[in-house]
């Protein structure tokens, strides 16, 4: 979608992502900004659920937009999609990141809370936050790649071939990855099924 071109008068909700970083680049600020409304948001929940620390992936998706915005007066209209490229980058700077915190032994100590629905219980809500944090923590047992690709397809919801040019693998690869993830995430979390509210069945 990102490469076709698009009406001068499209609103910017319907404008396809490369036309407004073009726009941001020949000095149209607005579209710069519902070019970071649009991606930001996908960047950050990308981010945080690979490193469990809001801080950093709120530094993650900042260096992103950095880089597309430095890039963006050169950037040619239908070569890449502008969503790809931003992911492949924050993809990076994340596993840069746990690189990092490898040789440190640096432990995340923030968990990710969960947004509280307005009627949800008391109860209800401990049970999301014990689900959410259990998940988080299940995440951050998993080898990067695999973190990253189970994110990427699971909870950003992207397709495989998406995942594919974002990682820079094959569709089988990430195929791989994603299903040696769940198979993972499915072993670590199994005993613990009726503490997180699961029936057995």
Not at 23 to 36: H, S
Request: aromatic residues 4%; glycine residues 6%; charged residues 30%.
């Amino acid at each position: 979608m990102d490469g076709q071109n698009s009406r001068p008068d499209a609103p910017a909700d319907e404008a396809p992502d490369a036309a407004l970083l073009v726009a941001f680049a020949n000095g149209d600020a607005a579209a710069g900004r519902d070019l970071v409304a649009r991606l930001a948001p996908r960047l950050f929940g990308y981010s945080v659920r690979v490193l469990g620390d809001r801080a950093e992936a709120e530094d993650v998706v900042q260096e992103t937009m950095m880089k597309l915005w430095k890039v963006a007066p050169d950037w040619r209209q239908g070569e890449a999609q502008v969503s790809t490229w931003a992911y492949r980058v924050a993809v990076n700077l994340c596993t840069d990141r746990l690189r990092r915190r490898k040789v440190r032994g640096q432990v995340p100590l923030e968990t990710v809370p969960e947004p509280e629905a307005d009627i949800a219980s008391a109860v209800d809500r401990m049970t999301e936050t014990a689900r959410a944090d259990a998940l988080q923590a299940a995440l951050d047992e998993l080898p990067d790649r695999q973190r990253q690709a189970v994110v990427l397809r699971h909870l950003e919801g992207l397709s495989n071939p998406e995942i594919a040019a974002i990682m820079d693998i094959g569709v089988e690869a990430v195929e791989s990855l994603t299903a040696r993830g769940k198979r993972a995430l499915a072993a670590i979390l199994a005993g613990r099924r009726e503490e997180l509210g699961y029936d057995n069945g």
